[in-house]
């Protein structure tokens, strides 16, 4: 992991300029301070006049550096560069990032696991909404991941099923014959193809042609729910206001496979509770 930082901090230099923000994500904690003190090495080294990433002077530092209690994020602050992880307290997370917000330091260095739903946030924290015309996301990775990161970045997520891996229960549940359990699964397929049917998906002629309309194969490009692409096709209307398309968009039924993240409860919360969303 260390490897990686020269790289990282070369993909900073050559795409965070004039004073860009940058956030880079690391797998554990222990290497968010590993990564913060070594970029803030090769920092110095190539400016010794100036820290690199510290956007404003050390005088109007000093008031939020005195209130960091972490003694290492006190030291890379002063250098532009800042770290989160859920070990620090709750005033120095808010500091680093009220900095980071207001452009007073470039560099932000935050831990996290990463799975598929968080390479996409990654890469949507690239830009600033209303700010930025475009960003740019680098993904750093061993060599046999390359392909794969590639591979999931350029082309739709494939749709998997997991039938094969309970197939044997499934078919022992059934304890019958061979004729139920072909009536069953029949039975299966024809209520399934009703739905897919019935929400403007498919097009069902002479009980067995089937043929895709422009909703099912909308959803199959873009990875949606067959039932997300019906409440959206009979919700929406030319007269749909703002708040009417994110009810619709809040509707989607791939939220529910978002898990709430530790600490995200009460940011929930006071979303929730805030005038902004009441529109």
């Given at each position: ?24 994500f ?18 110095s080294?190539d ?57 007073w ?48 970045l350029?082309?739709?997520f ?7 891996h ?106 929730n ?7």
């Amino acid at each position: 992991m260390q490897a990686m930082t020269k790289p990282t901090y070369t993909a900073i230099v050559q795409h965070a300029k004039n004073g860009k923000p940058a956030i880079v994500f690391v797998p554990t904690t222990k290497h968010t301070r590993l990564t913060a003190v070594d970029l803030m090495s090769y920092s110095s080294v190539d400016n010794e006049e100036k820290p690199m990433f510290l956007l404003q002077s050390v005088e109007e530092m000093e008031p939020f550096v005195s209130r960091i209690k972490e003694p290492m994020l006190n030291k890379t602050i002063q250098f532009g560069v800042g770290y989160l992880h859920e070990g620090l307290t709750s005033t120095d997370q808010a500091i680093v990032k009220t900095l980071f917000e207001t452009g007073w330091i470039q560099f932000e260095n935050a831990h996290t696991d990463y799975s598929v739903t968080d390479l996409l946030q990654m890469m949507g924290d690239a830009t600033w909404p209303l700010v930025d015309n475009c960003g740019k996301c680098v993904i750093l990775c061993h060599a046999p991941r390359k392909d794969y990161y590639r591979k999931f970045l350029d082309e739709a997520f494939p749709v998997e099923s997991h039938l094969d891996h309970y197939l044997h229960d499934n078919i022992n549940a059934e304890g019958v014959s061979h004729r139920h359990l072909s009536d069953h699964l029949s039975e299966l397929v024809e209520i399934t193809l009703s739905d897919l049917e019935a929400s403007k998906c498919v097009a069902i002629e002479d009980d067995y042609l089937l043929s895709p309309l422009n909703l099912g194969m909308i959803a199959s490009y873009y990875y949606i729910s067959c039932t997300t692409i019906e409440s959206f096709s009979s919700s929406l209307t030319y007269k749909t206001k703002l708040k009417g398309l994110l009810e619709i968009l809040a509707s989607a039924s791939e939220y529910e496979l978002l898990p709430i993240r530790p600490g995200e409860e009460e940011l929930i919360r006071k979303v929730n509770q805030s005038p902004a969303v009441l529109l």
